[in-house]
């Protein structure tokens, strides 16, 4: 097939591309990326000359774009990554979470529905999958007092997320996810166009950009800086080594049944106050430090606003019909998480000096 893949540039997206470049040799895989500051390059250093992948650097709101590179390279499958992520940066900025995630899905649901129906096949042999998120369905409740904490985690409340639960989005970042889910239903029950959709847990792993909880602390803790924990570190977040994501988004764009919604989720709920205790412990040992040495780090800051209390994902249904299950503990994904951002620094230095982003003009502009 010849697939799009969107956001490829970013965290989850480079773990995709990765797996479809290497996987499928006879499949063509365009990384149609707009490279904000989330979209970094670099993280696709080992597979960017192979034959079988392109990058395009297009903004998915930019439908005749979109449309010609849907005819150019006679585009088959889309999956969907491309968004604006980040939960704190829609509290301060809802509008581009807007135009990004709902009207960028609308441009490329659009661009895909014209390209796709001017073909004599149609809709034959095409799939659009559509990446979304656990926080559409809103907040869960914690009424399991004596819940989690063991390593591995375990349920903090009686309820979880399954496919029919009702969308409740609170902040406007999941609030525009929700919005593009529904888009992509509607694209499914109006013309058609055969679409899945998926909605994930929190993801973990090499490769996410240093604003998010797990690799903003890793190195603030390796430079002895203060861990701001919102509130009183009491949310609950059910969390995901990130190649699992990527093996789920596999099988699910290869074999999810058209117009189904899948769950993924590592049955993993760990407080984040517990979550960061363990970074600091498994930080410190690995750098030759006395475990536990910068549990001073911890400074508990204002609250989120309108912070979600707890996420919880059940993901029975992907199991049940695609064999998928997480293949990592999350001690053995912890671990092998924090000793990749130990050990390449100079990514992380390059991100927070702002050097990732020439990477693009230098590899790409003149080709
Ligand atoms: P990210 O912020 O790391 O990467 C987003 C990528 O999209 C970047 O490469 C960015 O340049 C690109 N992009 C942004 N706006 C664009 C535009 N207008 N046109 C083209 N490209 C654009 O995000 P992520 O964490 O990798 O998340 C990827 C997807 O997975 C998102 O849709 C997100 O909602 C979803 N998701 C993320 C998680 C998680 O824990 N990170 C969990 C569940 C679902
Ligand atoms: O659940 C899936 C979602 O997970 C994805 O859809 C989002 O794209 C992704 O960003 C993530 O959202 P969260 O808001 O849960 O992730 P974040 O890493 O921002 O925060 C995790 C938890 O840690 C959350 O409860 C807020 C808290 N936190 C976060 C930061 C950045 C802090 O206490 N301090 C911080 O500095």
Partial sequence: MNIIVTGGAGFI??????????????????????????GNLENLRDVEKCSNYRFEKVDIC?????????????????????????????????????????????????????????????????RFYHISTDEVYGALEMNHPEGGN??????????????????????????????????VRAFHDTYGMPTVISNCSNNYGPYQFPEKLIPLFINNIRHRRP???YGKGENVRDWLYVEDHARAIDLIFHEGR???????????EWKNIDLI????????????RPEGADMDLITFVTDRAGHDMRYAIDSTKLKQELGWQPSLQFEEGIEKTVKWYLDHQEWMDRITSGDYMKYYEEMYANR
């Fill in 227 to 229: 861990l701001p924990v």
């Fill in 13 to 38: 997206g480079n773990h995709v591309i990765r797996l479809l470049v290497n996987k499928y040799p006879n499949d063509l895989i365009v990384n149609v990326d707009k490279l904000t500051y989330a």
């Fill in 258 to 268: 058209v117009a189904e919604t899948y769950n993924i989720g590592g049955f993993n």
């Fill in 150 to 183: 063991e390593p591995g985690g375990g349920p903090w409340g009686s309820e979880f997320f399954t496919e029919d639960r009702r969308y409740q989005p609170h902040s406007p970042y999941s609030a525009s996810k929700a919005s593009s889910d529904h888009f």
């Fill in 62 to 126: 930019d439908l005749d774009s979109i449309l010609a590179l849907m005819k150019k390279y006679e585009i088959e499958g889309v999956i969907h990554l491309a968004a604006e992520s980040h939960v704190d940066r829609s509290i301060k900025d809802p509008f581009s979470f807007a135009q990004t995630n709902v009207m960028g899905t609308l441009s490329l649901l659009q661009a895909a529905r014209l390209y796709w129906e001017s073909r004599p096949e149609r809709y034959e042999g095409k």
């Fill in 277 to 288: 205790k363990v970074l600091i412990t498994t930080v410190d040992r690995l750098l030759g």
